[in-house]
């Protein structure tokens, strides 16, 4: 029993980790939305996350191709998962610069927020794409793991319903503080370049990056509680 009990929890934990970068990312692109929209982006990223990892699981022998080599260049190995490391690290470095862009130079502008039917399905577009990303990523993580198919989709769908429950508030928390919005999306340029540089066989130990990410959060709570009485 202990055999099952400890690869599931060790792997949940894992996912759940992972899957912080998708919560933020989608919370900062249903921003973008008014507040049905906003839920219905959040909810309906949450679970196509869910449904990709599901379906990719179904197709375990075809992911787990995609990280034998196709070619070398420059003496760096490249395969079908570093591709879509690379272009998923680029998308993200170039969405998180966007944004923070947006936030620090033209946000006195006053401009409207982004609405309508074809605001969301972009964004929804854009969530699918880290989705996919984030998954095969997640996938090829898992099976160095376990060897279990069955504790791989129960990991996953645990995984996905701790993130319903915790995307709320994560997103209200970064909506309600500007500065936090920002160092999230500075966690998320740091992801990027990890997707990147792991693409490009250089590989940043993610636990280096979080705790950074940690540190730095830690650091902006301190400054809000001292800041705050003075206000």
Same mark, same amino acid.
């Given at each position: 029993?202990?055999?099952? #009990?400890?690869?599931? #929890?060790?792997? #949940?934990?894992? $996912?759940?980790?992972? !899957? #912080?970068?998708?919560? =933020?990312?989608?919370?900062?692109?249903?921003?973008?939305?008014? %507040?049905?929209?906003?839920?219905?982006?959040?909810?309906?990223?949450?679970?196509?996350?869910?449904?990709?990892?599901?379906?990719?699981?179904?197709? /375990?022998?075809? /992911?787990? &191709?995609?990280?034998?080599?196709?070619?070398?260049?420059?003496?760096?190995?490249?395969?079908?998962?570093?591709?879509?490391?690379?272009? !998923?690290?680029?998308? *993200?470095?170039?969405?998180?610069?966007?944004?923070?862009?947006?936030?620090?130079?033209?946000?006195?502008?006053?401009?409207?927020?982004?609405?309508?039917?074809?605001?969301?399905?972009?964004?929804?577009?854009?969530? /699918?794409?880290?989705?996919?990303?984030?998954?095969?990523?997640?996938?090829?993580?898992?099976? %160095?793991?376990?060897? $279990? *198919?069955? /504790?791989?989709?129960?990991?996953?769908?645990?995984?996905?319903? =701790?993130?319903?429950?915790?995307? &709320?508030?994560?997103?209200?928390?970064?909506? &309600?503080?500007?500065?936090?919005?920002?160092?999230?999306?500075?966690?998320?340029?740091?992801? !990027?370049?990890?997707?990147?540089?792991?693409?490009?066989?250089? $590989?940043?130990?993610? %636990?280096?990056?979080?705790?950074?990410?940690?540190?730095?959060?830690?650091?902006?709570?301190?400054?809000?509680?001292?800041?705050?009485?003075?206000?």
């Amino acid at each position: 029993m202990i055999d099952i #009990i400890v690869p599931l #929890i060790s792997l #949940i934990a894992l $996912e759940v980790i992972l !899957g #912080i970068d998708n919560i =933020i990312f989608i919370s900062i692109l249903a921003d973008k939305l008014e %507040g049905p929209q906003r839920n219905k982006l959040r909810v309906w990223g949450i679970f196509l996350a869910m449904a990709l990892r599901l379906m990719l699981l179904a197709f /375990i022998s075809w /992911i787990l &191709k995609l990280d034998q080599r196709l070619f070398t260049l420059f003496d760096i190995d490249f395969s079908g998962k570093s591709l879509i490391l690379i272009v !998923g690290g680029l998308f *993200l470095i170039y969405k998180s610069t966007k944004e923070i862009y947006h936030k620090t130079e033209i946000a006195n502008n006053d401009s409207p927020a982004v609405g309508g039917k074809s605001s969301f399905k972009q964004l929804l577009s854009e969530i /699918i794409l880290l989705d996919l990303v984030f998954s095969i990523d997640s996938i090829i993580t898992a099976v %160095g793991m376990v060897q $279990e *198919l069955w /504790i791989m989709y129960t990991a996953v769908i645990v995984t996905v319903l =701790i993130m319903l429950v915790a995307s &709320k508030p994560i997103s209200d928390f970064i909506r &309600k503080h500007p500065s936090f919005k920002i160092l999230a999306l500075c966690f998320l340029m740091m992801i !990027g370049v990890a997707l990147l540089a792991e693409g490009l066989q250089f $590989e940043i130990p993610k %636990g280096y990056i979080y705790f950074s990410m940690a540190f730095a959060f830690l650091v902006d709570i301190i400054q809000m509680k001292t800041v705050k009485p003075h206000a």
